[in-house]
Nanobody, 124 residues
């Protein structure tokens, strides 16, 4: 199983960017999530598209980011609006095969499969 993340780049504050993550196995992924890691900081939860199509967001991105999924393309998207310099990080997508409760869906420890990461840099 492979996850391929793409869409990162250098943007200015207030701009928008959409990240994509495609998973290689059609039947593998139950929930797909995005996490991010800024330099010198721990990896943090950004958003998840859960096994019942539930969507959860980290507090710092609520109202600005939207996660969606295209089952036909085995792809999850992260639409990021009104980007801020503090959104600068490497963004990782992750997938799991289990029907997890919310508390575990937002935890990186729950995910066994990860993409390679894509850099998002927001200049002020």
């Amino acid at each position: 199983v492979q996850l391929q993340a793409s869409g990162g780049g250098l943007v200015q504050a207030g701009d928008s960017l959409t990240l994509s993550c495609t998973v290689s196995s059609e039947t593998f992924s139950t929930s797909m999530a995005w996490f991010r890691q800024a330099p010198g900081k721990e990896r943090e939860f950004v958003a998840v598209f859960g096994w019942m199509d539930q969507r959860y967001y980290g507090d710092s991105v609520k109202g600005r980011f939207t996660i969606s999924k295209d089952n036909d393309k085995n792809t999850v998207y992260l639409q990021m609006n009104n980007l801020k310099p503090e959104d600068t990080a490497v963004y990782y997508c992750a997938a799991d095969r289990y029907r997890l409760p919310r508390a575990q869906l937002v935890s990186q420890k729950s995910y066994d499969y990860w993409g390679q990461g894509t850099q998002v840099t927001v200049s002020s």
